[in-house]
């Protein structure tokens, strides 16, 4: 089992650029999360996806737009880049309905925006 | 909304034990979770509480007061690997709210 993979690891953008950040979860969960973390601060929701076939914004979804592929991805898209999106994102996922609730998370993108 | 607060950070010997409170703010309460970060590594589940009480996993521990809204993590015979960020988390309903992370450092 891979658990939540993301790709890529790395990217550097110029202002007003496009990417994709590309997150999978082999693991079988409903639920899939986006975050974002700035330096020395907590994860910040950006989308969640509780079950394929639906998306919902989070705390800071301006900027950003998300596609639940199926029930293994679930991607996040920049249209136009910005400096302040600069960050570390973070891809997880979560089987809900009961029992403790853990999330799984990915090892990250780090994403600078020149 | 939802808004959780913890210390920014905590400092400890080796060997020694630490707790780290979270206070939160929500509706629809389902549960406080815990996890962990090493700088530049992802968060990783340490611990949950759905109910009152406390909860033991290892050298970690972990309690929750619904009616105080207030939670701790403690760490026992604390180790230099524990030396990381440590966040509470709450479920609102189908998302998670995380606070704004507890800095430990733990000196020799």
């Known amino acids: 089992n891979a658990g939540v993979t993301q790709t890529p690891k790395f990217q550097v953008l110029k202002t007003g650029q496009s990417m994709t950040l590309q997150c999978a979860q082999d693991m079988n969960h409903n639920s899939m999360y986006w975050y974002r973390q700035d330096p020395g601060m907590g994860l910040r929701l950006i989308y969640y996806s509780a079950s394929e076939g639906t998306t919902d914004k989070g705390e800071v979804p301006n900027g950003y737009n998300v596609s639940r592929l199926n029930k293994r991805e679930f991607s996040l898209r920049l249209e136009s880049a910005a400096p302040s999106q600069t960050s570390v994102y973070f891809c997880a996922s979560s089987e809900t309905g009961g029992g403790p609730e853990t999330q799984y998370f990915g090892p990250g993108t780090r994403l600078l925006v020149l | ?108």
């Open chain 2, 1 to 108: 909304g939802q808004s959780l607060e913890q210390p920014s950070e905590v400092t400890a010997v080796e060997g020694a034990i630490v707790q780290i409170n979270c206070t939160y703010q929500t509706s629809g309460f389902y549960g406080l979770s815990w996890y962990q970060q090493h700088d530049g590594g992802a968060p990783t589940f340490l611990s949950y509480n759905g109910l009152d009480g406390l909860e033991e996993t290892g050298r970690f521990s972990s309690f929750l007061s619904r009616s105080d809204s207030y939670g701790y993590l403690l760490l026992q015979e604390l180790q230099m690997k524990d030396s990381a960020s440590y966040f509470c988390a709450v479920r609102a309903g189908q998302n998670f709210v995380f606070g704004p992370g507890t800095r430990l450092s733990v000196l020799p």
